[in-house]
DNA sequence: AGTGTGACTTGGG
DNA sequence: ACCCAAGCCACAC
């Protein structure tokens, strides 16, 4: 078996899937938010190459994850737009500019010790 | 090996 | 609330 190959992932990949798998319907989590949990403050840029490379593969609701100001990050239109359309269907509301308010829809794990 | 890029974030004006 | 600049990190060319 070669190495990086396949399911053969880093730590930080797999805990990012898990925790994106772990959002709930109606529900959404930033990027920053997902890489913290996950272990890397910084890994914003990260959690995104993971979705971009592994949703698909996975089966992952990317549709869940949005940026820090609570909009649809996609650039592309028509991604865009079908991302509305999924968060619209399990009750997430949003503006036409995509916007949605993070203090009512963000998901919080309850980290508790 | 260096440069550019991106579904990001935060801070300042 | 909006726009801009800098910081970050892995990956593609």
Request: no cysteine.
């Amino acid at each position: 078996m070669k190495k990086g190959s396949g399911q053969s992932m880093q730590p930080f990949t797999r805990k990012v899937i898990s925790i994106i798998k772990s959002i709930p319907e109606g529900s959404v989590m930033t990027y920053g938010q997902i890489a913290e949990q996950a272990g890397s403050a910084r890994g914003a840029r990260q959690v995104v190459r993971i979705l971009h490379a592994m949703s698909e593969a996975h089966g992952l609701p990317w549709h869940r994850v949005v940026n820090a100001k609570g909009e649809i990050a996609i650039r592309d239109d028509e991604s865009r737009f079908r991302q509305l359309l999924f968060l619209s269907g399990e009750g997430v509301e949003a503006d036409d500019e995509g916007r949605i308010d993070l203090d009512r829809f963000r998901y919080r794990p309850d980290n508790r010790d």
